[in-house]
Each structure stands twice: as structure tokens, then as C-alpha cells.
């Protein structure tokens, strides 16, 4: 049974979902983020949460569920399973490596700012495709930010209200002893 003292954690998942958010919020802005750190978070704390949510919260749903209602749920779950699929191979594919590539820049940019910029205004002007090629993996970017963004408050808003609702103590102590792979992450 859940004591007082042990952490909530759905809380826990909806605190590291609004950490998710801000990262991804920040590399979409115009404001300064860190790619590396933003990486390192997607990579660590958001993919735990992300397992914890589909190895042990989506059966534990559907198991508290009976009839037409777990079907329900069911198609629920798969669909954010399959989201994060998703969003996992366009990260992999297109999204990791444009962040790399900002983290890299940002790093020749710490050296020699003048010098990085005049190299990549030459390189712009010698060749209009890399001019394309950075258009699109900033819309890959954006478009991927969007979509995760879309998930997380997918996840939030439908599936951990629910959870909280459904969910015995016997279920939660099983979802806490999961966050505890969350300690010294976020």
C-alpha cells in the first residue's frame, strides 16, 4: 500500500513531461538553448518516463479496465505507443543529428564567433542546396517539436487523469518503484 511519504508517481511523470516541454519549447523559440542538454534530457529522463509509461502504466490501465472500456483503452495506449515510435525514429533519423550540428556550431562559435560565421555565410553562398538543407531540418525540427509537444499533452491531459482514477495502491507502489530509475535525472 502507498505510504504518505513516497513520492506520487504520476506526479513524478507529469513533472518530467513539463521538463520535456520546456526543452523542446526553448530548441523551437528563438530563445539560446543548449542542444547538448537537450539531447542528454531527451535521451535520459523523457525516454525513461517514456518506458515507464509504455511497459508499466499502459498494462496496468488496461488491466484495471473491463469489456468495451479496456478495447478503449487499448486503442488509447497503442496510439501513443505508436506516436512515440514515431517520434523516436524522427528523432533518430533527422532531429538528433540537426541538434548535434547546432551543439557543434555552438561550440566553434565559442571559439571564434567571427570566424564561424563568415565560414558558414561562404559556405551558404558557394552552395544553395545546404541553404535548403538547413530549411529543412529546421522544419523537420519544428515539425517534430510539434508532434512530440502534441504527445506530451496527449499523455497528460487524457492518460495520467485517468491513471490517477483507476489505478490501485497495489499498481501505484509498482509505477513508484519504476520512477526510482528517475532519481538523479531530472
Known amino acids: 500500500m502507498s505510504s504518505p511519504s513516497s513520492p506520487d508517481p504520476l506526479a513524478r511523470l507529469l513533472a518530467v513531461h513539463a521538463g520535456t516541454r520546456r526543452r523542446l519549447q ?28 509504455e511497459q508499466r502504466l499502459f498494462p496496468a490501465l488496461i488491466e484495471s479496465m473491463a469489456g ?22 524522427r528523432w533518430r533519423q533527422a532531429v538528433r543529428p540537426v541538434l548535434e550540428g547546432r551543439a557543434d556550431a555552438a561550440g566553434r562559435d565559442a ?19 545546404d541553404a ?12 517534430w517539436t510539434g508532434d512530440y509537444l502534441a504527445w506530451l499533452t496527449r499523455a497528460d ?8 482514477r483507476l489505478l490501485d495502491d497495489a499498481a ?9 530509475r528517475l532519481d538523479g535525472t531530472a
Open 26 to 53: 526553448a530548441l523551437a523559440g528563438a530563445e539560446a538553448s543548449d542542444p547538448r542538454a537537450a539531447i542528454a534530457w531527451i535521451e535520459g529522463p523523457a525516454r525513461i518516463a517514456h518506458d515507464i509509461l
Open 68 to 89: 468495451s472500456d479496456a478495447v478503449c483503452l487499448k486503442g488509447m495506449t497503442g496510439g501513443l505507443a505508436r506516436g512515440r515510435a514515431d517520434l523516436d525514429r
Open 111 to 129: 571559439r571564434d564567433a567571427l570566424a564561424a560565421r563568415e565560414a558558414l555565410d561562404a559556405r551558404e553562398a558557394r552552395d544553395t542546396r
Open 132 to 143: 535548403h538543407e538547413v530549411r529543412d531540418a529546421h522544419e523537420a525540427l519544428a515539425a
Open 157 to 164: 491531459e487524457e492518460l495520467l487523469p485517468m491513471a490517477a
Open 172 to 180: 501505484l507502489d509498482e509505477l513508484t518503484a519504476d520512477c526510482a
